[in-house]
Nanobody
Framework: VQLQASGGGLVQPGGSLRLSCAASGSIFSINAMNWYRQAPGKQRELVASIPTGGSANYQDSVKGRFTISRDNAKNTVSLQMNSLKPEDTAVYYC???????????????WGQGTQVTVSS
């Protein structure tokens, strides 16, 4: 199972970026899909999470600016980031709780990370 993230880059304050992440491989089922971020010198933190069904959850600092969505048919999760601020600068990681084909266990898988830099 692999998660491939894309969409990072350099953007000015107030701008927008859309991150995408696709899960592939021997996937039976996906539970929660998440976006984390890690800024230099800081711990990795949860930005947004979306379950298979139900409402998404967001870190307080991104509420109203970021929107997480998923396409269950394509095994993808996206993060639309608007009104970006310099403090949003970080490496963003996607993760997903996945049950592999033939397995009874759920496991958390990580994407490789994509850099988001918000600067003028």
């Amino acid at each position: 199972v692999q998660l491939q993230a894309s969409g990072g880059g350099l953007v000015q304050p107030g701008g927008s970026l859309r991150l995408s992440c696709a899960a592939s491989g021997s996937i039976f089922s996906i539970n929660a899909m998440n976006w984390y971020r890690q800024a230099p010198g800081k711990q990795r933190e949860l930005v947004a999470s979306i379950p298979t069904g139900g409402s998404a959850n967001y870190q307080d600092s991104v509420k109203g600016r970021f929107t997480i969505s998923r396409d269950n048919a394509k095994n993808t999760v996206s993060l639309q980031m608007n009104s970006l601020k310099p403090e949003d600068t970080a490496v963003y990681y996607c993760s997903a709780v996945i049950k592999r084909l033939g397995s009874t266990m759920w496991a958390n898988y990580w994407g490789q990370g994509t850099q988001v830099t918000v600067s003028s």
